[in-house]
T-cell receptor, first 111, second 116 residues
């Protein structure tokens, strides 16, 4: 199958910057999504990249390198409410109707 | 927020019983999806629909069936529930990425199913 890999857990301090990485098979995917999921809640959309480069949205930015099969989500000025799971999801080349999700990275922000 | 609801939100049932979960949307989106989410596995696609009466299997479809008789409703049925189907089930909708737009999916609140 088409794998998407991301770290299981990360910890960071309030006010700091954290980068969550995601790697995938370059032949399998078109665009990359990032979702945020708080405990007990549904995933919510954060960002989408289909072109190489950095997309910035306030405190959150997402980067994509299609040739390297690599993406990251950058969170700046961390707040306690950023403690959540962050899901990387690939849009398969075979069609644009489904997504393949990584297992998610649980981020814990401490005071 | 996308208008998407799931029912029931919580269910406890016994092994061998049939279970049907309902997803309802008010957005008139073409695509609807059923996922399950388990610790250590992330979100995995069970089935999806690309229109009324048009469905296809996902990664973990064994033991599940779906039906879509109206644009707004997508039903997931466990014909004979097993303990391995204890999970949190999420429905999602999207417009499908046609016309050059990306295929953002919007998720329902989830259904927590426990099979004893």
């Amino acid at each position: 199958g088409q794998n998407i890999d991301q770290p299981t857990e990360m910890t960071a301090t309030e006010g700091a910057i954290v980068q969550i990485n995601c790697t995938y098979q370059t032949s399998g995917f078109n665009g990359l999504f990032w979702y945020q999921q708080h405990a007990g809640e549904a995933p919510t959309f954060l960002s989408y990249n289909v072109l190489d480069g950095l997309e910035e949205k306030g405190r959150f930015s997402s980067f994509l390198s299609r040739s390297k099969g690599y993406s990251y989500l950058l969170l700046k000025e961390l707040q306690m409410k950023d403690s959540a799971s962050y899901l990387c999801a690939g849009e398969p080349n075979s069609g644009y109707s489904t997504l393949t999700f990584g297992k998610g990275t649980m981020l814990l922000v401490s005071p | 927020d996308a208008g998407i609801t799931q029912s029931p939100r919580h269910k406890v049932t016994e092994t061998g019983t049939p279970v049907t979960l309902r997803c309802h949307q008010t957005e008139n989106h073409r695509y609807m999806y059923w996922y399950r989410q388990d610790p250590g596995h992330g979100l995995r696609l069970i089935h999806y629909s690309y229109g009324v009466k048009d469905t296809d299997k996902g990664e973990v479809s064994d033991g599940y069936s779906v039906s879509r008789s109206k644009t707004e409703d997508f039903l997931l049925t466990l014909e004979s529930a097993t303990s391995s189907q204890t999970s949190v089930y999420f429905c999602a909708i999207s417009e499908g990425g046609e016309g050059g737009d990306y295929n953002e999916q919007f998720f329902g609140p989830g259904t927590r199913l426990t099979v004893l």
